[in-house]
């Protein structure tokens, strides 16, 4: 029978410990017992246990000082307690140190089973959560904003200083330059990247349906409230709140936010208590708030709360030697969904894409590239694959780009050669300018044919 988890058992009482091999063993687990703590915990060291049964009464250690070493040195394993002394007090008391579960003896094998299979079935959940978020956090990452150019470096190193910090930030940047990925970026990269992210467009909802939506109601506070519910502000917390086009607040939601910032509580909509939060702001605009505070339109003692770091987003034109990059890291991602993709773009169609202003930006670019990939049937974009105002573009200013044809594989090989020359051939330094890690940069340098120094 294959192996399902594996079971350390812990009992004073040989016959238990063999009656446990059995029934365990007979059902697929992996499993080792002893009756001896101290000779337990060495196997713990050594290999790691998905699910403990140990024994609440055994000489010279008893269960819960069992438990406690064994999360010193096995923090993810599931602790069930055995105990023939079942009271209340007993259990609330090893639930309350951490144990898993709690089963009385004189107890039936199926009960142990069930337990085990609960324990098992909540184990994987929590694995797969586990995965889920450092996949989400991977993908979050600021390495995955792609850019090379020395205002995109600028964003990177800020972000990484911002996210290591608990301030309130503000993302100012145009319609399409990726303000709500670099808020990810800050979330998923500081200390509360286990945490929600909630974000929320502050433009989308009229005002009385976004107050409800940012703090939630009580229930009768309008008509339709029809139960409590939580708002965003709660649901958020102990993560990160997402505040997308502040700018567009009105003033009474100015100035709840305002209090939410000063006072780390909220009220809900008809509620006259207030609630601690403990989240996270980051916002987001893209436009002039000094302008706005001068004409009265939005509050300066607010913007002075949310603007403890500011972070600047430059527009795509602003960084021209960016587009090959990002033209073929969309490129990269659509082919790898597709089933026909054009290999790289030819000569005119990159000269194209670096020569338009982008006023949509980096959202802009890879609607474009998407379009090209649907539309084109060669194995390179051509300009006949762009839309119109790309191919009437005037010629782009001197920025120094290198707009020969080339192939996923050549863009990346150069991508990788640029960055060792940069690092002085050192592949550490490099890996840091081009965002992976030395055991990824080793493995595309592997598959990308290239040697260093230079043959």
């Known amino acids: ?10 009992d004073d009482e040989p016959t238990m410990i063999g009656l446990l091999e059995k029934v365990l063993t007979e059902n697929g687990y992996a499993f080792e017992g002893y009756t001896s703590p101290a000779m337990a915990l060495d196997a713990a060291s050594r290999r790691s246990f998905d699910i403990a049964l140990t024994d609440l009464m055994m000489p010279g250690m008893d269960g819960l000082e069992l438990m406690r070493r064994l999360r010193g040195v096995s923090p993810e394993t599931l602790v069930i307690i055995m105990t023939a002394f079942g009271t209340i007090e007993t259990a609330v008391e090893a639930i309350k140190q951490g144990a898993y579960d709690y089963l009385t003896k004189p107890f039936r094998m199926a009960q142990v089973l069930l337990a085990i299979d ?27 904003i792609v850019g090379r150019s020395k205002p995109m470096v600028d964003v990177f190193q800020l972000i990484q200083a911002v996210s290591r910090s608990d301030a309130t930030v503000l993302i100012r940047g145009s319609s399409g330059t ?9 979330h998923y990269g500081s200390p509360r990247a286990e945490g929600p992210f909630v974000a929320v467009n502050c433009s989308a909802l009229p005002e ?31 993560g990160s709140i997402f505040l997308d086009e502040i700018g567009d607040l009105t003033a009474p939601l100015q100035l709840r936010l305002l209090r939410v910032l000063q006072e780390k509580e909220i009220r809900r909509v008809g509620d006259s208590a207030s609630r601690s939060v ?17 004409e009265g339109r939005f509050r300066d003692d607010l913007y002075y709360r949310i603007c403890v770091i500011p972070v ?39 000269e194209a894409l670096v020569s338009y202003d982008w006023p949509g930006n980096v959202r802009e670019l890879e609607n474009v590239i998407e379009r090209a990939v649907t539309l084109g049937t060669a194995r390179r974009i051509s300009p006949d694959d762009l839309p119109v105002r790309l191919r009437d573009a005037p010629p782009p200013p001197e920025v120094g780009l ?27 330094k490099a890996a840091r300018l081009l965002g992976i890690d030395r055991r ?16």
């Open 208 to 238: 009385t349906l976004l107050e409800s939506e940012l703090f939630g109601h009580v229930r009768g506070a309008f008509t339709g409230a029809t139960s409590d519910r939580r708002g965003l502000f709660e649901v958020a917390g102990g």
């Open 312 to 350: 600047h987003l430059p527009d795509l034109k602003d960084r021209r030697e960016d587009i090959p990059i990002l033209a073929t890291h969309f490129l990269k991602g659509l082919a790898e969904r597709a089933e026909k993709a054009p290999e790289g773009f030819e000569p005119a169609a990159m």
């Open 1 to 10: 029978m294959t192996s399902r988890l594996s079971v350390l058992a812990i």
């Open 178 to 186: 990726g303000k709500e990925l670099v808020a990810k970026a800050i």
């Open 440 to 455: 990824t940069l080793y493995r595309k340098m592997e598959a990308l044919e290239i040697t260093w120094p230079p043959e």
């Open 118 to 144: 609960k324990a098992e079935k909540d184990k994987l959940l929590r694995d797969e959560m586990a995965l889920l978020r450092r996949e989400v956090a991977e993908k979050y990452s600021f390495h995955n």
């Open 402 to 428: 290198e707009l020969e044809g080339f192939t996923l594989h050549e863009a990346e090989a150069k991508q990788v050669v640029r960055a060792m020359e940069a690092a002085g051939g050192s592949k550490t």
């Open 278 to 294: 403990d989240v996270r702001v980051i916002a987001a605009t893209n436009r002039d708030l000094e302008a706005a505070m001068q």
